[in-house]
């Protein structure tokens, strides 16, 4: 099931993209932490599409154009909304994000928009990860008191 290495490879990265946002200090411009990150990535993804094996498309970049830019902005929201998410609030508070993630992402524009395969397995996960959202925030509010 290449779905978990593929989810694992993005956890990875994302818990090193937390661990050096929530390790770095708070700064009055969240954009440059921002930028600079984004810089080392740009880099990175530079390096590797110039060494992969495939030739770069022109043609896929204007045919695909829409489609990049709303990604770019969806990134663009996404590293804003993680920044102040885990510089204000703590990276235990990410199982917040995951559970609106699986609203937006899995069921808006997986199932609505692209109405890719569901079955009542999912809705069981969804309703799943709904009590596990509760759960936390209970946990949260015993933390509080």
């Known amino acids: 099931m290449k779905v978990f290495l593929y989810a694992f490879i993005a956890a990875i990265g994302n818990a090193l993209f937390v661990y050096g946002q929530r390790g770095s200090s708070t700064a009055d411009n969240p ?3 921002l930028l600079v990150t984004l ?3 740009i880099s990175l993804f530079a390096v590797f599409a110039m060494v992969h094996k495939a030739p770069i498309d022109p043609q896929y970049l204007i045919d695909n154009a829409r489609y990049i830019t709303i990604s770019g902005i969806g990134f663009f929201i ?4 993680f920044y102040w998410l885990y510089n204000q609030q703590g990276a235990t508070n ?5 559970l609106l993630s699986i609203l937006t992402t899995s069921i808006g524009v997986g199932l609505i928009i692209f109405r890719e395969p569901f079955n009542k397995f999912h809705i069981i996960s969804g ?3 709904v009590s596990a ?5 209970l946990g949260q509010s015993r933390l509080s008191a």
Do not use: E, P, R
């Not at 990410?94 to 995951?98: D, E, F, G, L, N």
């Not at 959202?133 to 925030?137: A, E, F, Q, S, T």
């Open 39 to 41: 810089s080392i990535c």
């Open 78 to 81: 996404t590293f804003i909304g």
């Open 31 to 33: 954009f440059l932490f």
């Open 133 to 137: 959202i509760l759960v936390y925030g």
């Open 94 to 98: 990410y199982i917040v994000y995951a």
């Open 127 to 129: 309703m799943l990860a």
